[in-house]
Structure formats: C-alpha cells, structure tokens
C-alpha cells in the first residue's frame, strides 16, 4: 500500500515511487493499448516529429480502465488525502518515443498551485496524481523532472500575497519563467520500476524529458480529488471531464463506479 513515511514524504517533496500490485499481465495488455492509441507517426514534410504523444479522458480500453479502477490506487488516493471518500479527476496516456541524435534536455512548468492550508488540510484540498509506469524508467529514458519541495515553496509565497492568500485552487500551466524567481531545489529525475506508481502533485515545479534511450517510455496518469473537494479546470477541460465521467460510469464495473463523480 503505502506507509505513513511515504505519505510524509509526498507532503513535504511532493513525490514519492511506491510499489503496486499490477501484474506483469496487465502491463503488458496496457502496454499494447498505448501501441495502438499512441503510434509515431511520421511527420509530413516541413514539420517537426512529435516523439511525445499523449491523450487526456478520451480512452476506455478494457485494459486501462482495468488500472483506472483497481481498488489499489483508491486507497492509497485516500491515505494520501486524508479523506474518507474519493473521486477520479482525470487520466493521461503518454509514449515518449527516442529522439535519435538528440542531447538530453527538459522543460518545466506548474499545473496548478495552492496555499499552505490547502496542502495541509484534512482532506488535503489537492489533486492526488499517479503516474504509472507501464515499463521501465531509467534517468536516460525520458524521466519526469522535478524540484522536490517546490510545491511547498510556491504555497508559502502564496500565503504572503494578500491577493492570493484563500483563493481557489485552479488547474493552469505556469512555465517556470513565469514562477516567482524563489530558492527553489535543482530538479532530479524519477526513475522506476515497470509497475510501480510515483504519488505526486503536478504543484510542485515539473517537467517532461527527451527520450535519449532507444525503447519508448510509457506512462499512465491517473487522478483523483476527496470526494468533497472542487478543483476547477478550464472550460474545455471541464467539459471533456463530464463527457468522460458519464462513459466511465457507465464502463465501469458497477462495484467501482462509485470512484467516478454523480
């Protein structure tokens, strides 16, 4: 599952890579649905390829949903919000292709930012993400960058600024240019195991990395919020979400169905 020191641990660096009871079976029929949703496609002439290809709440593979609703990330969703109830927010696929002949390089940027109280609130008034990782992830294999801690250090700024202090926690990127020029830790990579699942906040300051490896990494990003807690989205992303929601209710098996929102 997932101990209390992990937990601490995602609270105060804003990640933490714990094990999962996925099989070797599931990953692999998942790995497949990604082949298949998320191909490389060649560029047409003049346009630059895309080795990063991804897809949000558009999906509803057996073979995913099966790891959307496995009783596993519910509960530990639960311990790290320190909430009774939870529901399912939204879900990613991504494949980072090679990127043959080039150097290794990362961007980075917030998701969403919140206050002191929000982290520490029970239940947390945050998103509790899941990234998946359907294969191996190695610090050449395009591994998420972070900043441990920068969540905490943007919330502690936010806390200081009048106009900011209680206000709504809102899903928005922020490239790091646009953050406040704060003592901010030098970001790392998460590397990993196929099958286990790094627990963070996409607060703290992040960043997909080229792939300079030559097998594709992919990764499944599942999210949830405590039952009671709203975090807006923009418009377009709220109502892909409750298009998504009604389906996945529908798809899920009925013992589950209960993690999707009414």
């Known amino acids: 599952m997932i101990t209390e020191q992990e937990v601490q641990h995602f609270s105060d660096m804003g990640a933490v890579t714990i094990d999962t009871p996925l099989t070797q079976q599931q990953l692999s029929a998942a790995s497949t649905a990604f082949d298949r949703l998320l191909p490389f496609s060649e560029p047409e002439a003049g346009e630059e390829p895309r080795y990063r290809v991804s897809t949000t709440c558009t999906f509803y593979d057996p073979e995913l949903l099966d790891i959307i609703q496995h009783p596993f990330f519910e509960e530990v969703a639960k311990r790290v919000l320190r909430a ?132 594709p990494r992919k990764a499944m990003v599942i999210t949830f919020t405590a039952a009671e807690v709203e975090i807006g989205l923009p418009q377009n992303q709220a109502e892909t979400k409750r298009a998504y929601d009604r389906e996945l209710k529908r798809l899920l098996r009925p013992e589950r169905a209960h993690i999707v929102p009414a």
């Open 84 to 215: 009774d109830e939870i529901r399912f927010f939204q879900t990613a696929i991504v494949t980072t292709y090679p990127s043959p002949n080039t150097p290794f390089s990362f961007y980075q940027h917030v998701d969403v930012q919140y206050s002191p109280s929000n982290l520490d609130a029970t239940p947390r008034y945050m998103v509790c993400t899941f990234f998946v990782w359907i294969d191996d992830v190695t610090a050449q294999r395009a591994p998420l960058m972070y900043r441990p801690g920068s969540h905490r250090v943007i919330a502690k700024y936010r806390e200081n600024q009048p106009e900011l202090k209680g206000s709504t926690p809102l899903v928005g990127g922020v490239m790091f240019d646009g953050l406040p020029a704060l003592d901010y830790t030098e970001a790392i990579p998460v590397v990993a195991r196929a099958g286990q699942a790094t627990v963070l906040t996409t607060a703290m300051v992040h960043g997909a990395s080229t792939n300079v490896d030559t097998v």
